[in-house]
């Protein structure tokens, strides 16, 4: 029963992670959303990634195709400061009813409720993965907990490290009007890029980047919207992984907005590292 659980959790887990993983809120442009004649686009997009040092939190939505999984649509609300929190609703679209599940990341804990999973779960609706602990890395290396634990907000400053960043033109885009950047980067230049920045920013920019580098991925193709206060409205991301084909788009509903994540009731819980402590003995 373990071991049909685990295969269940990890396949669940893993479509829910990668959700999770596409995950942004980075600001590129200038003047109002009309980039500055005198202002290249790699100039413009570098100004714009800074600004995402003030993103405290956001909400988002999400569509696209991930490795294993297929269509996903998904979203979510996640907060960075004082500590990451994260609740998700998420819609594996080609895993019919067992594709849908909630995920909430909260007190280095993170519980997954519904899908394939529930039906092992003897009458429980949520399972508890302890970040801290053995059964955070139950789901192997690049699993649910580090994904959805990352900071979305910094994948969306990876266009900094591309050499062929150019402007495509404006667009609208959930009735705002915005400036529509692209380019490729691969994951050398984006560590080439880090050097420059200050500690805490290169951290977390590289905790993302090694998200990608476990899923097999080397180079990304990016496109980013603007919006005219600098803030990206919405950027896609498409790249090869390992196991197939990766292609997520990031529609962002709001930024620095007050989000609450509570864990589920106790009584409504299994915990993970209990149920593998038991097993064992």
């Not at 266009?159 to 960043?165: I, N, R, S």
């Not at 080397?218 to 197939?244: C, I, N, P, S, Y």
Request: net charge neutral; with cysteine; proline share 3%.
């Amino acid at each position: 029963m373990v071991t049909s659980l685990r295969s269940s959790v990890r396949r669940t887990a893993t479509g829910a992670g990668l959700a999770a993983l596409l995950l942004a809120a980075g600001a590129v442009g200038c003047a109002k959303g009309d980039e500055s004649p005198r202002m290249t686009p790699a100039a413009a997009v570098a100004k714009a990634a800074k600004n995402t040092e003030d993103i405290t939190s956001f909400r988002y939505r999400m569509t696209g195709k991930v490795p294993v999984e297929g269509r996903v649509e998904a979203e979510a609300s996640m907060s960075l400061k004082p500590s990451v929190a994260m609740s998700m609703k998420m819609n594996a679209l080609d895993q019919g009813a067992d594709g849908k599940v909630e995920i909430r990341l909260v007190d280095q804990a993170m519980y997954l409720g519904g899908g394939a999973v529930a039906k092992e779960m003897d009458g429980k609706k949520w399972m508890k993965f302890d970040l801290s602990g053995a059964a955070g890395n139950a789901l192997g290396s690049g699993g649910m907990g580090s994904q959805a634990s990352q900071n979305p907000a910094a994948e969306s400053t990876f266009l900094t490290g591309a050499k062929d960043v150019k402007k495509v033109g404006t667009e609208t885009v959930d009735g705002v009007k915005t400036t529509r950047y692209s380019g490729t980067v691969t994951l050398d230049e984006l560590q080439t890029a880090l050097k420059d920045e200050d500690k805490a920013t290169r951290e977390r920019r590289e905790k993302s980047i090694e998200q990608y580098e476990k899923q097999g991925v080397d180079k990304l193709t990016m496109d980013m919207w603007v919006d005219g206060d600098d803030h990206t409205k919405q950027f896609r991301m498409r790249g090869e992984a390992d196991k197939g084909p990766m292609d997520m788009t990031i529609t962002f509903l709001g930024v620095n907005e007050p989000v609450t994540v509570t864990a589920p009731p106790a009584k409504d819980t299994v915990d993970l590292a209990e149920m593998m402590k038991d097993a064992q003995s």
